[in-house]
């Protein structure tokens, strides 16, 4: 079993590049990060935190970190259900929302808030 960060999210990157097996797609929206990580859930990956964690709705945000554990074996299913809710949540609440053009200087806190999210689940699943 390994642990697998997808994220587009630069300070998680920053943070767990050295720690963690990571994968930084840093042009990626959040629906195209929940996308790569259902593909790793067809493949056998499963789930260790739900995508949509914290009440940081997708479109406050332009930041995603999906928290996975790779494993072999058959697709689990409840990790499909979840995945596939969160990309359909994810598209509809970007269509139907005017599109947020991120300040600058707004951005280094709504990346701090997707760290710190996916940190507390880190720090949780190394226990």
Do not use: C, W
């Not at 929302?97 to 707004?106: A, G, M, R, S, V």
């Amino acid at each position: 079993m390994k642990a697998l960060i997808i994220t587009n999210n630069p300070k998680v990157n920053i943070e767990f590049k050295d720690k963690e097996n990571i994968e930084f797609y840093e042009d990626a929206s959040q629906e195209q990060i929940l996308k790569i990580a259902r593909d790793y859930i067809h493949l056998g990956a499963k789930l260790i935190m739900h995508p949509m964690m914290g009440r940081i709705k997708p479109h406050e945000t332009p930041y995603k970190s999906v928290f996975l554990e790779k494993t072999e074996g058959k697709t689990d299913m409840d990790s499909i259900m979840i995945i596939e809710e969160s990309i359909a949540e994810t598209k509809k609440l970007i269509e139907h929302t005017y599109q947020t053009k991120y300040d600058e200087q707004l951005l280094p806190d709504l990346q701090y808030i997707d760290f710190l999210l996916l940190k507390s689940g880190v720090e949780e699943y190394r226990r």
